[in-house]
């Protein structure tokens, strides 16, 4: 069993900046890929951004490449989402995700998911 706990929600204006924290407990932290979704009112959960068990690989949504960028630290049990240039469409509940297996754009291949944070960016 693996726990995770988002941090570094909140409001800001557009195009400005944020940076998403998830803390992970339980089994070990650095043999699971890692990824960011995110669910807005009324819409599905999406997928964000990913990163693989020793960082060296990265993928992103097309909605947020060259703007967020995903990064870890296995040291701290810790996986980062630096989301920068933000955009009222960015609004939404983001969600730390363990994989079961290799990193995915699907909800389904997730085998934990933290309890989500609020990101609101005002226009």
């Known amino acids: 069993q693996v726990q995770l706990v988002e941090s570094g929600g909140g409001l800001v204006q557009a195009g400005g900046s944020l940076r998403l924290s998830c803390a992970a407990s339980?089994?070990?932290?650095?043999?699971?890929?890692m990824g960011w979704f995110r669910q807005a009112p009324g819409k599905e959960r999406e997928f964000v951004a990913a990163?693989?068990?020793?960082?060296?690989?990265?993928y992103y949504a097309d909605s947020v490449k060259g703007r967020f960028t995903i990064s870890r630290d296995n040291a701290k049990n810790t996986v980062y989402l630096q989301m920068n240039l933000l955009k009222p469409e960015d609004t939404a509940v983001y969600y730390c995700?363990?994989?079961?297996?290799?990193?995915?754009?699907?909800?389904?291949?997730?085998?934990?998911w933290g309890q989500g944070t609020q990101v609101t960016v005002s226009s």
């Open positions: 995700a363990a994989y079961r297996g290799p990193y995915s754009d699907s909800v389904n291949r997730v085998l934990y």
């Open positions: 339980g089994r070990t932290f650095n043999v699971y890929a």
């Open positions: 990163i693989n068990w020793n960082g060296e690989s990265t």
